[in-house]
C-alpha cells in the first residue's frame, strides 16, 4: 500500500508551460507539504497545509500554486515554466504534533 | 530560525566497521530532531527521532543516534557498516514548542555515505 504517492513521476516539458503535480495520502494524516530538492540535493520547503488550509507558504514565485481539495490531497500547479523550475518535487504528510514526515517517491521535472 | 549543518558531504567506510554522520542544529527552545535516508531517485525514508527522553535514539535499519545538548549535536551511528547502507543522509530540525503554532522542518545539506566492500 502506498503511503503517500505522486503522480506523474516524470514531466519533461518546454520553458512557458503550464503543468500540475498531484499527492494523495492515505495515512490519515492531518498537515502536507511540497519541497524542492535542487540538483545539488538541497531540500527547501515550499508550502505546507493542514487540514486544507495553508500554513506555511515560503518565498516562492507566484507561478507556483498549492491547492488542497481535502486533507488527503494537496496538488501544485506551476505557471510558465522556467529553466530553474527543473528539480525533483516531494509531496509529504505528517501528523503535526508527532513531527515525522512521510515522503512521496519524487515527481522530477525538466524544463527544456 | 532553525538550521541544521550537515559538515562532511561524503563519509566513506569500509563494511563492517562503524560509521558516523555528523549533524549539529541551532533552534530556539527544544529541538525535535530527525534522521532520513534517500536511496537514488526515491524519496525521504525516515530512519528516527528524538523528542525527549534518553539521548540514545534507536531506529530503523540499525542505526541509532545520539542527542547531545551541550554540543548542539545528533550524530548518526552504526555499529557495523554495510555496502547497502550507502546512500544520501539528511539531518533535521524543528522547534518543539507547540505554542508557536505550526513549524517547519528544516533539512541539513545532506551528507553522502559510501560503504566500500
Known amino acids: 500500500d502506498t503511503a503517500v504517492s505522486q503522480t506523474p513521476k516524470y514531466l519533461v516539458t518546454q520553458m512557458g508551460n503550464d503543468k500540475s503535480i498531484k499527492c494523495e495520502q492515505n495515512l490519515g494524516h492531518d498537515t502536507m507539504y511540497w519541497y524542492k530538492q535542487d540538483s545539488k540535493k538541497f531540500l527547501k520547503i515550499m508550502f505546507s497545509y493542514n487540514n486544507k488550509e495553508l500554513i506555511i507558504n515560503e518565498t516562492v514565485p507566484n507561478r507556483f500554486s498549492p491547492k488542497s481539495p481535502d486533507k488527503a490531497h494537496l496538488n501544485l500547479h506551476i505557471n510558465s515554466l522556467e529553466l530553474g523550475d527543473s528539480a525533483v518535487y516531494f509531496c509529504a504528510s505528517s501528523q503535526v504534533k508527532a513531527g515525522e514526515l512521510f515522503f512521496g517517491e519524487g515527481s522530477r521535472l525538466t524544463v527544456l | 530560525a532553525q538550521s541544521v549543518a550537515q559538515p562532511e558531504d561524503q563519509v566513506n567506510v569500509a563494511e563492517g566497521n562503524p560509521l558516523t554522520v555528523k549533524c549539529t542544529y541551532s533552534v530556539s527552545g527544544n529541538p525535535y530532531l530527525f534522521w532520513y535516508v534517500q536511496y537514488p531517485n526515491r524519496g525521504l525514508q525516515f530512519l528516527l527521532k528524538?523528542?525527549?527522553?534518553?539521548?540514545l535514539v534507536k531506529g530503523s535499519y540499525g542505526f541509532e543516534a545520539e542527542f547531545n545538548k551541550s554540543q548542539t549535536s545528533f550524530h548518526l551511528k552504526k555499529p557495523s557498516a554495510l555496502v547497502s547502507d550507502s546512500a544520501l543522509y539528511f539531518c533535521?530540525?524543528?522547534?518543539?514548542?507547540?505554542?508557536?503554532?505550526?513549524?517547519?522542518?528544516?533539512f541539513g545539506t545532506g551528507t553522502r555515505l559510501l560503504v566500500s566492500p
Open positions: 533535521a530540525v524543528r522547534p518543539s514548542a507547540l505554542n508557536t503554532g505550526f513549524q517547519k522542518l528544516v
Open positions: 528524538y523528542i525527549t527522553g534518553d539521548n
